[in-house]
């Protein structure tokens, strides 16, 4: 996070990383000034009116949206700018075998800041190589999903009052759930919390969050009972089982239903407790618990558009268009089929070193040295 004055001698507030891929990127400080940001805005929101007047977002949507997409062009709107894109690749150049950096080159010309959701793990980071303008990860495959950390976070903030010393339950789809992967990543940076992890053993939480849990020095256990993690928790997150992540309806079939949050289990919780869900819900949260005052995920997604409009101005405050140098790579491919590098071949492949590790750059598949 960078300060910067302006001819006027006024402060600028600048994003440092231009883009954001990962909510881990920026600092504890800098997402406490964005979630209070997003609070402001809530309570003054028509002060807010046209300070991106002029601006023009681009939604980039290749995977069905409703509540992020619909948040990020609401917060534009709400802020003054203009909105671009599409919302179904189909329908654009990409169905003709336009490349992903092309499409991002290309848009990046005609807008001031792109916000970008794609099926393939690490596909925002790919994007961010090719932009002019900053980017935003609007969810990579099952990879991450920084802005719906952002609205947790500003939940968090408003219901509970405090981001530390929690117990966080998470629940259902925790091997593809990019919701679920941000906000541990998040919520391992504050003091005294732990975590339950719930769900069967083929949807448990991928190996690379538990080792960002261990080396945080965070408190988690797995289990795979719902009703026996209730009277230990302050956050419940439910996820669905998603279906678009499976290989086939069978094996999707043999997950769906095992978890269902129902008035009976909510008779087993604290009376202070609070329930999200980053939406949308299938199965997995009966009716009858949307009465509960505990269940926030209705007020949740609200604070989604808070949230964006919070982090839409920080990122465009002070930022030039310019095109930084891409990394250079001839590693060998990354072993995670689901990674952009596997469609998008002209994408340098790079790695880091984590011990006897090699983590890749765009989706964090580890690969044993050998």
């Known amino acids: 996070m960078l300060q910067a004055t302006s001819e006027t001698g006024e402060r600028k507030f600048i994003m440092s990383p231009r883009h954001l891929i990962d909510l881990a990127d920026l600092s504890v400080s800098a997402w406490e000034e964005i979630t209070r940001l997003a ?22 949507f290749y995977e069905p ?14 802020l003054g700018g203009r909105i671009i894109g599409f919302d ?3 329908n654009s150049s990409v169905s003709k075998g336009e490349t992903l950096k092309d499409t991002v080159r290309v848009v990046s ?14 596909s925002a980071r790919a994007a961010s190589l090719y932009s002019r303008v900053p980017v935003i990860n609007a969810g990579d495959g099952g990879h991450l999903h920084p802005t719906q950390t952002l609205t947790d976070l500003v939940t968090l903030r408003h219901e509970k009052g405090t981001f530390s010393g929690l117990c966080i339950g998470l629940c259902g789809d ?19 919390n732990r975590f339950v992890l719930i769900s069967t053993p083929d949807l448990g939480i991928p190996s690379y969050i538990k080792d960002y849990l261990a080396g945080a020095g965070c408190s988690f256990e797995e289990i795979d009972n719902l009703a026996e993690a209730m009277p230990l928790l302050d956050v419940l997150y ?56 505990r269940a926030k995920y209705f007020e949740q997604t609200e604070y989604g558009l808070y949230a964006r409009m919070a982090l839409i101005i920080k990122m465009l405050n002070g930022d030039v ?14 072993a995670n089929p689901a990674c952009i590098t596997n469609s998008e071949l002209y994408l340098p492949r790079t790695f880091r070193k984590n011990g006897d590790l090699l983590v ?7 690969t044993l040295l050998g």
Request: some cysteine; aromatic content about 6%.
């Open 174 to 192: 925790l091997k593809n759930g990019r919701t679920v992967h941000s906000l541990i990543k998040t919520m391992a940076r504050f003091p005294n």
């Open 39 to 60: 609070c402001d805005i809530r309570e003054r929101t028509d002060e807010y009116y046209g300070v991106c007047r002029g601006k023009i977002l681009a939604t980039l």
């Open 360 to 366: 890749c750059d765009y989706c964090e598949e580890r």
């Open 88 to 90: 179904n690749p189909g």
């Open 65 to 78: 949206s409703t509540r992020t997409q619909m948040s990020f062009q609401t917060a534009m709107l709400r």
């Open 109 to 122: 010309g005609y807008s001031d800041i792109i916000a970008i959701r794609h099926p393939r793990a690490g």
């Open 238 to 293: 439910m996820t669905r089982i998603q279906q678009e992540r499976f290989p086939s309806r069978e094996e999707y079939e043999r997950q769906k239903g095992v978890y269902v949050l129902d008035g009976a289990k909510m008779k087993l919780a604290k009376k202070d407790l609070i329930v999200l869900h980053p939406l949308p819900r299938v199965d997995e949260i009966t009716q009858e618990v949307d009465d509960d005052p």
């Open 321 to 334: 268009k310019h095109l930084d140098p891409a990394p250079k790579g001839e590693a060998p491919c990354c």
